[in-house]
């Protein structure tokens, strides 16, 4: 700007040198040593502003250019400095009557610098501070924007276990035809149990008939030692299990219903007492009442009648009950001082219709029903040989309310 306005103010005078038409040292070129400077240099011609208090600006020299000239467009002059002072120059070229003179000024380097830094100071502060919410505004997208995943996950969690029938529906639209699908295949598979179970139920009365006929037609005539009557009533022991089996193959039937553990081990030790009244056995029982398993109460009984009849079989002075909640599961203990199981035959004691003892009563199917119905429900059962006799620890999931 200001050599525009040099430029502008500069004519020939009477005797041709140049001069200006008006006065050009206004704030901030009145001010000497402050840096802001301006000369005009040529043949015969050499003017300057106040500050500059007589000196000289020194600027490298260049070739001359016409586009300069007719374009009167000022060119960078290069680094310079004055009295141990940095400054930034422009540098152009004009016409005064018949002489070409050259206009340069001058600024303070730390004009131009100064205000760079101060903006560097906010920018850079804004700029961190626009990191951080960018940041942090992509922590908490992802965080709630995966909620419903997570909520949907937890769902299908319930949905496994049995809390829940199906899906709810979700609150992001994306989602909803997700749900939508799982909810159709929980429902397709519902359909395709309760058919298995109509096929079992066919084959119960398929299979009842044909195996109460051969019970009533054996007699002690016969069938003098009773092998096959006892041959009969393992098959019949057998079918009333996997039709069991087939009636709960359903998930949402395994936790629907539930059997409080203190009351059915209650009932269950009451008529065992009655049943072996004659060995006069001490009951030592702690059955925490304050949960329920996840099982119907005529598995339940099926269960532990099975583990507490072979412990009132066995025991010959006392029989340990405790039943305690674990987290989301109950650990059921049950405790004799009989004989015990050799750890080598810890296994074989599971197989179907194999009797570890063929002289004491029974049929060999007892812990083998037991426990195909707890792994059926999720838990498992574990015969631990001890010194005083045997220990039968079961684990089944606790019974949670469904989710309204």
């Not at 700029?127 to 995943?149: D, E, H, K, W």
């Not at 496994?160 to 397709?188: C, H, Q, Y």
């Not at 005539?221 to 009533?233: E, H, V």
Request: glycine letters at 8%; proline letters at 6%; one cysteine or more.
């Amino acid at each position: 700007m200001q050599i525009e306005a040099l430029r502008s103010a500069l004519t020939s005078g009477p005797d041709g040198a140049a001069t200006l038409t008006v006065q050009l040292d206004g704030p901030p070129f009145d001010r000497p040593g402050s840096g802001w400077y301006w000369q005009v240099s040529g043949e015969g011609v050499q003017l300057a502003s106040r500050s500059l208090s007589g000196g000289t600006i020194e600027t490298p020299g260049h070739a001359f250019e016409w586009r300069q000239l007719f374009g009167r467009i000022p060119r960078p002059g290069g680094a310079t400095e004055l009295q141990g002072q940095a400054l930034h120059s422009r540098v152009t070229d004009a016409t005064v009557g018949n002489k070409i003179v050259t206009i340069t000024a001058t600024a303070p380097e730390s004009a131009l610098t100064a205000p760079a830094f101060r903006s560097l100071m906010w920018l850079l502060p804004v700029m961190a501070l626009l990191a951080g919410s960018l940041i942090a505004g992509t922590i908490l997208q992802v965080r709630y924007g995966l909620r419903p995943l997570r909520q949907m996950t937890a769902d299908i969690g319930s949905v496994v276990t049995g809390n829940r029938s199906n899906l709810p529906k979700p609150e992001v639209d994306e989602l909803r035809p997700v749900a939508f699908e799982i909810n159709r295949l929980i429902d397709r598979n519902a359909q395709r149990l309760a058919e298995t179970r109509v096929h079992f139920a066919n084959m119960a009365h398929g299979l009842k008939t044909p195996v109460a006929s051969m019970m009533l037609a054996l007699d002690d005539r016969n069938d003098p030692d009773g092998s096959m009557r006892q041959l009969i009533n393992r098959i019949e022991r057998r079918i009333r299990n996997h039709l069991a089996d087939g009636r709960r193959a359903s998930a949402g039937d395994v936790v629907r219903t539930s059997s409080p553990a203190k009351r059915r081990i209650d009932d269950l030790v009451l008529v065992l007492e009655r049943i072996y009244a004659d060995k006069q056995l001490s009951i030592d029982q702690y059955v925490d009442p304050s949960f329920s398993v996840a099982c119907p109460e005529e598995d339940f009984d099926e269960i532990f009648g099975n583990i507490l009849d072979n412990a009132f079989k066995w025991a010959t002075g006392k029989i340990q009950i405790s039943a305690v909640r674990r987290g989301p599961a109950a650990k059921i203990s049950i405790r004799d001082d009989g004989p015990g199981i050799p750890h080598a035959r810890i296994e074989q004691a599971f197989r179907p219709g194999l009797r570890l003892d063929e002289i004491t009563p029974g049929d060999g199917f007892g812990l083998s029903i037991s426990k195909e119905l707890i792994e059926l429900y999720g838990g498992s059962i574990c015969l631990v040989p001890t010194k005083q006799g045997l220990h039968v620890a079961v684990t089944l999931p606790i019974f949670q309310s469904l989710d309204k």
